[in-house]
């Protein structure tokens, strides 16, 4: 037994392996030090009880959330005017809620997977790795999910990205979630297991090689010229009154002179800072002009659905065509706080920070029809939602283009909207499209089908960014089957192992 692993010492090197895993992702793309967070937490579990390894899985997650997720205190305080002792207080309470979900990771793994096949690629490995992974699941739809910080995002740009057209993210969480613990139980054994070794080897080989395929094909359409007009209107100012025309007046004359060249205008989430039915006129104006030259305004805008008789008053986050372009889509993935907010009777009116503008929406409905583009199928993501894996593989194979709208300016200087863009770059990948990522103050970019980013605008800056989008043809793997291959496999491993477990003893 190790004693720089008990106690107290323990403790700290938990929270120091959870912390790892912000450095790997965006903006800092470090990967490796994801690799030896898993490798770290493998280690420090190695001799303690089931409720011991539930307290240090918590320290892990603590350090996780509260550093990978720290711009939720820029959002509380900076945009939601909650004093700073009060912001510091709901993110410390973020974390330690979060915490616990990788604590039941820990708990379980100890408990059930950790000594089965012990010396082998059993519980140690493949064990840890299919119960991380299914903690990662859990989070992507538990109280309405939290799809953020999974290992496999950091391999955007590394071997392991040719599996993410096969198998999804969780495929990446997987054998980095592998590579780890086999690290781990190679220097805590102080040999190396040829069979631990080669599987890692195979698996990340693997990856090299699938990145040689072409899983999907260009169509012979013309590539698309797309513009995403960036405002930039500070997230303080933004639904005051006396800017509603000025930034309407903005929108317009910075798109006059894109319709002649570009056959796709893209406007950001909640561009227009008031409800479709008051600025429906404008809107139609302005389609108008689009139309003249062939060409498509996508926009985000509130959308109101007055009372009846049998419904109630509703307000959605929406996205709408005109000129060339049409359809409506209504969000269905709320951001708790900023969109809707949760116990609402008892929290609404307390402090600011729960009675922000626009945190009245409710959810569109499911299977909506998609955004036209003249005959292009756009699939189209309101924010948060591009980070739901499952979400946007419901529209797969038939959208011709990936369009996710968003308002990072919430997020402030964090790190938070690069974050953001690498998920975006990782659903690209997965689903074999291109993506346009317009949003009111960046980071807007056009990402092709293998996640690389083709153009990308700056932060904090008034601009247009413009650019060609290729149109695809065909499906990866992982628009046919989602993440389900891989999640079947890691309830497979762990059922397994339990079995195989049990038959020895018995």
């Known amino acids: 037994m190790n004693t720089l692993s008990q106690g107290w010492r323990g403790h700290f090197l938990a929270l120091v392996a959870g912390a790892l895993v912000t450095p790997s992702l965006a903006p800092f793309n470090i990967w490796p030090l994801g690799i030896a967070s898993v490798a770290l937490l493998v280690w420090l579990l190695a001799d303690l009880s089931p409720v011991q390894a539930a307290k240090r899985g918590w320290f892990y997650g603590f350090a996780l959330f509260g550093t990978g997720s720290s711009w939720i205190y820029v959002s509380i305080h900076v945009y939601g005017y909650a004093p700073v002792p009060l912001a510091a207080f709901l993110t410390l309470l973020w ?59 950091a391999h955007i740009d590394t071997a392991l990205a040719g599996w993410a057209p096969v198998g999804g993210v969780f ?112 809107l139609e104006r302005v389609g108008q002009q689009a139309k003249a030259h062939n060409a498509s305004l996508i926009t985000g805008i509130p959308y109101l659905y007055p009372a009846t008789d049998s419904t109630a008053l509703r307000y959605h986050n929406s996205i709408m065509g005109f000129g060339e372009g049409s359809g409506i889509y209504h969000k269905q993935r709320l951001v708790p706080f ?23 929406f409710s959810a569109g409905p499911p299977a909506q029809a998609a955004i036209k583009a003249g005959d292009l199928t756009l699939a189209p993501f309101i924010c948060y939602e591009i980070v739901y894996p499952e979400l946007v593989n419901e529209w ?63 932060q904090f800056k008034r601009e247009v960014i413009q650019g060609e989008a290729i149109i695809y043809r065909g499906a990866t793997p992982f628009a046919l089957a989602g993440s389900w291959p891989i999640l079947l496999l890691c309830f497979a491993i762990c059922i397994s192992l339990r079995a195989i477990a049990v038959k020895m003893r018995g």
Request: net charge negative; aromatic share 12%.
């Open 171 to 282: 495929s990446l969480s997987f054998i980095v979630a592998v590579s780890g613990a086999v690290i781990a139980n190679s220097l805590m054994q102080r040999k190396i297991i040829a069979s631990q070794l080669s599987l890692v080897l195979v698996l990340w080989l693997g990856g090299a090689i699938l990145q040689t395929i072409d899983w999907v094909t260009p169509a012979s359409k013309a590539p698309v010229q797309v513009a995403m007009v960036q405002a930039n209107i500070a997230q303080d100012i933004k639904w005051n009154r006396d800017q509603y025309w000025p930034t309407l007046t903005l929108y317009q004359q910075t798109s006059q002179p894109l319709w002649e060249h570009n056959d796709i205008v893209i406007w950001p989430e909640a561009a227009i800072p008031g409800y479709y039915q008051n600025a429906k006129e404008f």
């Open 338 to 360: 900023g969109e809707f907010v949760p116990l609402e009777g008892l929290l609404r009116g307390l402090i600011q920070f729960f009675n922000l503008p626009m945190s009245a």
């Open 95 to 153: 974390s330690i809620g979060l915490g616990l979900l990788t604590s039941v990771t820990a708990y379980i793994y100890v408990r059930w997977l950790r000594d089965c096949l012990t010396g082998h690629a059993g519980g140690q490995h493949l064990g840890f790795a299919a119960i991380f992974v299914l903690g990662e699941w859990l989070r992507s739809w538990l109280l309405t999910g939290f799809p953020w910080l999974y290992l496999g995002y």
């Open 396 to 458: 797969l194979p038939e959208a011709d283009l990936l369009i996710t709208i968003s308002n990072d300016a919430w997020f402030g200087e964090s790190i938070g909207p690069l974050q953001h863009l690498q998920m975006a770059q990782m659903r690209a990948l997965e689903s074999g499209r291109y993506l346009l990522r317009a949003t009111g103050s960046g980071v807007s970019a056009i990402v092709d089908q293998r996640g690389h980013i083709v153009v990308r605008g700056d």
